[in-house]
């Protein structure tokens, strides 16, 4: 099979499903559908130049045939079933506690064996979700488990 096939086939599914996000995105309040909205459609444009790209690629071209090596099939499906378990789990375990645990383990099933870059990057991106929904949207997130079960609150 084409690259350029997959390619396109999988940019113009999930142009799709992101303009049903935009829709979706703009029924929120006012305050609230800035963000979604503006990334949704900038997922939506970005997906749409995928697509036509890979589209011309295929016309002209024909395109590479894919070869998938067993790794990259493995290291695929790992990171979709941790990326499920991250998505489910986030709501209970609280979004930082997720990020906290699930970066580093992700890499770590994925092959990475820099622990120390694993565990900072998951420092970085709660601080960073912290900093985006605290300080910048002024939006609370949903408590912390750990902070419930050690402070009570």
Do not use: C
């Not at 002209?60 to 998505?87: C, K, N, W, Y």
């Not at 986030?90 to 099933?109: E, H, I």
């Amino acid at each position: 099979m084409r690259q350029a096939v997959v390619e396109t086939g999988v940019a113009l599914a999930g142009a799709v499903l992101s303009v049903f996000g935009l829709i979706h995105a703009l029924g929120f309040t006012r305050d609230s559908a800035y963000l979604p909205t503006v990334v949704m459609g900038l997922l939506t444009l970005l997906l749409v130049v995928w697509a036509v790209r890979s589209a011309l690629t295929l016309r002209h071209e024909g395109g590479d045939s894919i070869r998938l090596a067993p790794g990259h099939v493995r290291r695929f499906f790992t990171l979709l079933a941790t990326s499920i378990v991250m998505i489910v789990a986030a709501p209970r375990l609280g979004f930082a506690t997720t990020f906290l645990l699930f970066v580093p383990l992700s890499g770590m099933l994925l092959g990475y064996r820099k622990g120390k870059w694993l565990v900072v990057t998951a420092i970085i991106f709660s601080l960073l979700i912290y900093l985006i929904f605290q300080v910048v949207l002024d939006r609370p997130l949903p408590p912390e488990m750990a902070l419930r079960v050690f402070t009570g609150i």
